[in-house]
C-alpha cells in the first residue's frame, strides 16, 4: 500500500470527530511513509485540516527541563527568602505610616476605620459569644471532672478564671478574627490589587497603605482588646453555669472563688496579646491582599494564606508572650 | 498642576516623556529591548502593538509600575525610571492614568473619587472642592452623578469618571490604557472626543495604549509600533505615514488590518 485517498462524494453531514479521524489517520500514514491524499475530501474539510496543522505566529516556549533535586531546593530557598524580604518590607512601609501618622504628616482615614471598628463589633458578636461561651463550658467540665477526684471542685472557678483571662480569651478570639476579619482585608485588598485600584493610589503619587492598610489595623488593634474583654466575661459565665450545676456550688461562691485567685494582671495578659493578635492579623490580612496575583484564583489563595499565617503567627506570638510572662512572672 | 504655557521656545524643545534605550523584562524574560522615544508636548503620541507585544508593560514603565531592566526615563527633563521614591512620588501628581478598567476606588463615591487627589496635593477648601468635582464630571458627562458608587454605573460611565479623576490635578501628561477596550463604538468614539478635546483646550500631552485602528487613525499625531517578532520598536510616525509607506510587514499588516501571509 502506498496511498491512502477518500471517498466523500456521499458524505452528508460531519462534526470536528471526522477532522480528529483524519488527523489521525494522516499522522499514521506519515508514520508508514504512506502519501495522505486529501484530493477526495470536501474543500472544507481540507482547509480546517490545513489549519490544523499551521504552525503558531509565535514560538511555543517549551517548559524548562525537569529541575533537579538541588535546584528545586535552591528555588524553594529562595523564594522563602524573598517572602521573608517582603514580609520586612510590608512591615516596614506599615511602620513608616504609623510614623508618618504620628507625625501628622498623613491624615487618617477615619470613614474607613469605622467601617472596620462596626465589622469587629457588632458583626463580630455573634460568633465571638457564641464560641467563648462553649470555651468556658469546657474549660469548666473540664475541671469538674478533673477537680472532684481530688474533691477540691470549688476550685473550678480558679481554672475558669485562670483559662479564659491569661489563654482561651484572647487565643480563640484571635482564631476567629483571623479566619473572620483577616481573610476578609485579604479578599478585599486582593481584588482591589486585580481591578487595579492599588495601582491607581500608587500612580497618583499616595501610599496605598494610609489609605487602605492603617485604617483596617488601627480599627482591629483597637477592637481585639474590647472584643477579648467581652469573650472573657461570656466564658467566665458559661464556665459558671457548668460549675452551679453540677457542683454543689452557688454562683456566689463561684464568683467568690474566681476573685480571691484571678489579679487583674490576668486579665491584662489576656488584653495585651488581644493588641499583638490584633496587629498579627491585620498585618497578614493587608500583606497578602497586597500581594495577590492577578488570575482568577489568586484572591481565593490570599485569604486562605492570610488566615494560614494569621493562625500560625498567633499561636507562636501566644506562646512567645506565657513564656515572657513567666519568665517576668505575671 | 498647570499645565504647560507654549511661550518659551527653550521649554519647548524638552521632550513631556522621553524613554532611552529602554529594556523591559519579566524576571528573566525579556519583552522588549532598545526602545527609545520622545513624546513632545501636547501630542497625541500612541503606543500600538499586537496582543501581547508589552504595550501595557511599556506603559507600567512610563506611570513608575515598574522600573527599567536597563535604560532611561525622563519626565519632563527630570530623571523618572531611576529615580528613588520620594522623587517619583513627587512627579506623579503630574500625570494621570486612565486604567483599562477605570480603576475607580470602589468604596467611594464617583465625586469622593474625582476630590481624593484634590484633597491630597492642594489646600483648596471643602467647597472649592465641589466645584471643581462637580466641574471635571461635567466635563466628561457625569453632572448629578456625584453620589453614585462605581458598582452602580455603566462600564463606559465609570470609564469616564475615572477619566474625570485623571484630569483632576490638570496634569502634564495624561495615560489611557485601551481606552476603547469594552466599550460599544459610540462610547469608544465619545472617549476619542474627549482626548482630543483635552488636547485641543488643556495642550495637555496624551500617551495611549491601544490596539484599536479606528482610533489610532483619529486620534494620534504620531504612533510607536512594538513588534513581538523582533521584541522591539520597529516603527515610529504619523499612522496616515506609516500605512502609506509601512518600513516592515508587520506594520503593514497591521495597520491595514490583514492577516496576509499568516498562516
Avoid at chain 1, 481585639?224 to 452551679?244: E, H, Q, S, T
Avoid at chain 1, 496575583?293 to 500560625?312: E, F, K, L, P, Q
Wanted: charged letters at 20%; one cysteine or more; hydrophobic letters at 50%.
Amino acid at each position: 500500500m502506498r496511498e491512502l485517498g477518500f471517498e466523500a462524494g456521499a458524505l452528508g453531514a460531519w462534526d470536528s470527530s471526522l477532522l480528529i479521524f483524519l488527523l489521525q489517520a494522516r499522522d499514521h500514514c506519515e508514520a508508514g511513509g504512506l502519501r495522505f491524499d486529501t484530493g477526495g475530501l470536501p474543500d472544507p474539510v481540507t482547509r480546517l485540516l490545513e489549519l490544523a496543522r499551521a504552525v503558531p505566529d509565535r514560538a511555543v516556549v517549551p517548559d524548562p527541563a525537569h529541575a533537579s533535586r538541588v535546584e528545586r531546593l535552591g528555588a524553594a530557598g529562595l523564594s522563602t527568602w524573598d517572602a521573608a524580604m517582603d514580609a520586612v518590607t510590608f512591615t516596614g512601609q506599615v511602620t513608616d505610616s504609623v510614623i508618618r501618622l504620628l507625625l501628622r504628616r498623613t491624615r487618617m482615614r477615619w470613614r474607613e476605620f469605622w467601617v472596620v471598628v462596626q465589622s469587629n463589633s457588632s458583626g463580630a458578636l455573634g460568633i465571638v459569644t457564641l464560641i467563648a461561651l462553649l470555651m468556658g463550658v469546657i474549660i469548666a467540665f473540664l475541671g469538674v471532672v478533673v477537680l472532684k477526684r481530688f474533691g477540691a471542685g470549688y476550685y473550678v472557678s480558679y481554672l475558669v478564671g485562670y483559662g479564659m483571662l491569661r489563654e482561651m480569651g484572647a487565643l480563640m478570639t484571635g482564631i476567629i478574627m483571623a479566619g473572620r476579619t483577616g481573610a476578609a482585608f485579604a479578599a478585599e485588598l486582593g481584588s482591589m490589587k486585580i481591578t487595579e485600584e492599588i495601582d491607581a493610589y500608587t500612580t497618583l503619587g499616595v501610599s496605598p497603605v494610609d489609605h487602605l492598610v492603617m485604617p483596617r489595623l488601627l480599627g482591629l488593634f483597637v477592637m481585639m482588646p474590647l472584643l477579648v474583654i467581652y469573650a472573657d466575661v461570656v466564658g467566665i459565665a458559661g464556665g459558671m453555669m457548668v460549675a452551679v450545676t453540677l457542683l454543689d456550688l452557688t454562683s456566689t461562691q463561684f464568683i467568690g472563688g474566681l476573685l480571691s485567685a484571678v489579679t487583674l494582671s490576668d486579665a491584662l495578659l489576656g488584653v495585651f496579646k488581644a493588641s499583638i493578635f490584633g496587629v498579627i492579623i491585620g498585618l497578614s490580612g493587608c500583606m497578602k491582599g497586597m500581594q495577590t496575583g492577578s488570575d482568577a484564583g489568586a484572591v481565593g489563595r490570599s485569604a486562605t494564606n492570610a488566615v494560614v499565617m494569621g493562625i500560625t503567627l498567633i499561636i507562636l506570638a501566644n506562646a512567645v508572650v506565657d513564656w515572657l510572662a513567666a519568665l517576668l512572672q505575671i | 498642576m498647570t499645565h504647560a504655557v507654549p511661550d518659551a521656545p527653550a521649554a519647548l524643545a524638552v521632550p513631556a516623556v522621553e524613554v532611552r534605550n529602554l529594556t523591559m523584562r519579566y524576571d528573566s524574560l525579556l519583552i522588549m529591548e532598545e526602545l527609545s522615544f520622545s513624546v513632545a508636548r501636547g501630542e497625541v503620541f500612541v503606543i500600538m502593538g499586537g496582543s501581547g507585544s508589552g504595550k501595557s508593560t511599556l506603559l507600567k514603565h512610563l506611570i513608575g509600575l515598574k522600573q527599567p531592566a536597563e535604560g532611561e526615563i525622563f519626565f519632563d527633563g527630570a530623571d523618572f525610571g531611576g529615580a528613588d521614591d520620594a522623587a517619583r512620588r513627587a512627579i506623579m501628581p503630574r500625570m494621570g492614568v486612565l486604567y483599562q478598567n477605570g480603576a475607580l476606588w470602589s468604596g467611594l463615591t464617583l465625586a469622593e473619587n474625582v476630590a481624593l487627589p484634590l484633597t491630597e496635593f492642594t489646600a483648596l477648601e471643602v467647597g472649592a472642592i465641589d466645584e471643581v468635582v462637580a466641574l471635571k464630571l461635567g466635563l466628561v458627562g457625569l453632572r448629578g452623578f456625584e453620589g453614585f458608587y462605581p458598582s452602580a454605573i455603566s462600564g463606559g460611565m465609570r470609564k469616564r469618571a475615572a477619566l474625570a479623576r485623571a484630569i483632576a490635578l490638570d496634569p502634564d501628561v495624561l495615560y489611557f490604557d485601551e481606552p476603547s477596550s469594552g466599550l460599544d463604538p459610540i462610547s469608544a468614539s465619545r472617549l476619542d472626543d474627549l482626548i482630543l478635546e483635552l488636547k485641543a483646550s488643556f495642550g495637555t500631552t496624551i500617551v495611549v495604549v491601544t490596539h484599536d485602528l479606528e482610533s489610532i487613525f483619529r486620534i494620534a499625531d504620531r504612533a510607536l509600533f512594538l513588534d513581538i517578532t523582533t521584541k522591539t520598536m520597529t516603527a515610529l510616525g504619523s499612522p496616515a505615514a506609516l500605512r502609506e509607506d509601512p518600513p516592515n510587514e508587520q506594520v503593514h499588516r497591521f495597520l491595514t488590518r490583514s492577516s496576509e501571509g499568516q498562516p
